[in-house]
């Protein structure tokens, strides 16, 4: 063999070796890999994705316990805090509707003061009570006390912890015209206010149709309503006035008739139904006029239990014409017209019966007549 053959043959067996020395090295690496894999005390190795995903359960229950363990401790912690807070603030609870107004709708004049009055559950007073309005500019409110400041109308509130009413208001203003007194376009005339001696309008038209429609209507009830006196001059009540004084007594007189130019019947707005007597209130045609008027535009001007309102004695025939609205609103909140438009029926010299006053009254009976 010459020498060129030669050495391209030993280059080949050098090329061979190195060839099979590499493979063994290469199983013998990938053997090892393995082996490590497969033994239980050798950590595995695996890939960075591997190790997020084996981690993150682990992480999750780790956030999971320490939120366990912070919820019990401040569940431990506030326990107590809570019972001593319960202990320190706790207010009696009412029931639902505890707090109630005893008038439906508050009416008041300008300059003048009216007080809300409460039913309260027991152990809650007036002065426990927050007070407020949803038009400052209409009224004044101080503890329940009402002041009417402008004519017009709001709502005025009184709460107690959870509980509250709302009660209207009404602001109303006082004129006077030619000598004659309206409260918001209704005329006025009681022992607080008079008519001039001139006025003398006779019934008035309006009070005389709206009567004839009532007794159509009564009539059709088999009921017979007929006008048994209406209109009276200021010179013939000062007649009658004048009878009731000699007859009986000034004191008595003032509790059952009109001074001149004090009564309703000057005002051609008052009529007195049928005949003036006390039983009337018993009869069907008493009892149908005490639950009708009102829908013709008549309040019962003079009603029972309110004498001390009014200034006069029950007088269930004698009625006056207000429009049907006003009159509507009267009989549904159970008001006179003194309360209505917020004035007093008192006279300026008025004093308080003797005893022998007293007896004398009792003593004559005769019907009572405004």
């Known amino acids: 063999m010459s020498p060129e053959k030669q050495e391209v043959r030993r280059e080949r067996l050098k090329y061979i070796l190195f060839v099979i020395i590499l493979c063994v090295l290469l199983g013998f690496g990938i053997f090892t890999i393995r ?31 320490a939120a366990t363990e912070v919820t019990e401790e401040t569940a431990d912690t506030s326990e107590p805090a809570t019972e001593e807070t319960t202990e320190e603030t706790t207010e009696p609870t009412l029931p639902v509707g505890a707090i109630a107004a005893k008038v439906q709708h508050l009416y008041v004049r300008i300059n003048h003061t009216q007080r809300i009055e409460l039913e309260l559950p027991p152990g809650v007073k007036q002065n426990d009570i927050c007070w407020s309005t949803d038009d400052p500019d ?19 509130t009184a709460s107690y912890g959870d509980e509250h009413v709302d009660i209207p208001v009404t602001v109303r203003e006082l004129t006077i015209k030619n000598g004659i007194t309206y409260v918001d376009g209704l005329l006025v005339v009681n022992k607080s206010y008079s008519l001039p001696r001139d006025y003398d309008p006779g019934l008035l038209p309006i009070t005389e149709e709206a009567f004839d429609v009532l007794a159509e209507d009564a009539a059709k009830e088999g009921l017979e ?12 009540q000062q007649k009658v006035y004048n009878s009731m004084v000699s007859g009986y007594s000034k004191q008595y007189a003032d509790d059952l008739s009109a001074r001149p130019g004090h009564s309703e019947h000057q005002s051609g707005y008052s009529i007195d139904c049928n005949s003036i007597d006390n039983n009337f209130a018993e009869t069907p045609a008493g009892q149908w006029l005490a639950a009708h008027a009102h829908e013709y535009g008549f ?11 009014t200034g006069y004695a029950y007088e269930s025939w004698h009625i006056r014409y207000v429009g049907i609205e006003h009159a509507t609103n009267m009989y549904e909140q159970g008001l006179t017209l003194e309360e209505y438009l917020d004035v007093k029926s008192v006279y300026d010299d008025a004093e308080e019966d003797t005893e022998d006053e007293t007896e004398e009254a009792e003593e004559n009976d005769t019907p009572d007549e405004e």
């Open 299 to 309: 309040i019962i001007r003079f009603p029972e239990g309110k004498e001390k309102i």
């Open 138 to 156: 209409v009224v004044d409110l101080a503890a329940g006390q009402v002041t009417g400041l402008q004519k017009g109308t709001c709502t005025v």
């Open 35 to 65: 082996k490590r894999n497969t033994d239980p005390n050798v950590t595995p190795i695996i890939s960075a994705e591997e190790t997020t995903e084996a981690t993150s359960p682990t992480e999750e229950t780790a956030t999971e316990t």
């Open 225 to 236: 309503l007929y006008i048994g006196s209406s209109y009276r001059s200021y010179d013939f």
